[in-house]
């Protein structure tokens, strides 16, 4: 059994990327631009805007961050995000999710131009991935693909069973793995909420791929010997032990499910740091116009 090391996979690409703003530099451009716009004091949003920021001083790209209370109208987000559209310095503007419930987050998501849409969230970039068309593709699919790529698993005509159909993770990793692409070409059952028996389906699978947030939801019995199980479950759990009052845990029984299969995730250390990877990739695409000329 192979352990998928995400946090060292996203460590070597952020060194290729760091390198590619040298050469970008060198070369008279300016540094890709992502800027992030915050609304309210979530904590773990909070933590997660942070991670985004540290991230692109790592790579050497310039950040933005708008802080907004919480009880900022929708329309002053819309017009920020109709600036940041119009500016030329900026090439990747996210609002991080989930908004208060007085601002539309499919209004907002909508009037981000599909062009600086690193989150990959936009009606637009979401219907180009399904046509196999360049598009931005949101960070934890495009993490989990990647990753996928440089451990060389084979994926075409295999059986993949994604658990979960959220917009963000399950529907668009199910579309990635069914099309025609390096990583791709499997047959895939989406397993949701409403699948009755949903171990028939995942013991068949030889790539599991458990994005549902219940934690320890999968369990040894559940997975085929020799499958390939990605973990994208980051469920916080109160924890005595830890600086931060929690740990992660992942959807999958780690200890017992590790011992049967080929390949796995863990959680931390697995699908996560890839996400975070994957918004960089995004920026650097934009700032490169490789999806968009
Ligand atoms: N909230 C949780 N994940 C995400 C993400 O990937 N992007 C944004 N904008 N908000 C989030």
């Known amino acids: ?8 996979t996203a460590a070597e690409i952020r060194k290729e990327i760091a390198a590619e703003v040298k050469l970008m530099l060198g070369a008279g451009k300016r540094a890709p631009h992502l800027v992030a716009i915050l609304v309210g ?32 109208t929708e329309g002053e987000i819309l017009a920020k995000v109709r600036e940041i559209n119009k500016d030329d310095s900026i090439d990747g503007v996210i609002v991080q999710l989930p908004l208060p419930n007085h601002i539309s987050e499919k209004n907002v998501t909508e009037t981000i131009d599909p062009k600086k849409d690193v989150d990959g969230f936009h009606p637009i970039n979401v219907g180009r991935m399904v046509l196999n068309l360049p598009a931005f593709i949101s960070a934890t699919p495009y993490g989990i693909i990647l990753l996928l790529e440089k451990y060389g698993i084979e994926t075409s005509g295999k059986h993949c069973v994604v658990i979960g159909r959220s917009n963000i993770v399950g529907r668009p990793i199910s579309i990635l793995m069914s099309r025609s692409a390096k990583v791709g070409n499997c047959t895939v059952t989406v397993c949701h909420s409403r699948t009755s028996n ?32 990605i973990d994208v ?61």
């Open 1 to 8: 059994m192979t352990v998928i090391d995400g946090k060292q």
């Open 41 to 72: 004091n979530d904590g773990a949003s909070e933590s997660y805007v942070n991670h985004k920021i540290k991230d692109c001083e790592e790579v050497g790209f310039t950040s933005t961050l708008f802080r907004y209370p919480s009880d900022v």
């Open 198 to 229: 949903i171990s028939d389906y995942t013991k068949e699978a030889d790539i599991l791929i458990a994005a549902i947030g219940k934690p320890g939801f999968v369990t040894a019995e559940m997975v085929k010997k020799g499958s390939v199980v």
């Open 233 to 293: 479950g980051v469920t916080r759990v109160d924890s005595s032990d830890t600086k931060s009052g929690y740990r992660l845990k992942g959807d999958v029984k780690y200890e017992e499910v590790a011992e049967k299969c080929s390949f796995i995730t863990p959680v931390p250390g697995g699908v996560g740091p890839m996400t975070r990877l994957a918004l960089l990739k995004n920026t650097l695409l934009s700032a490169t116009n490789a999806i968009y000329n």
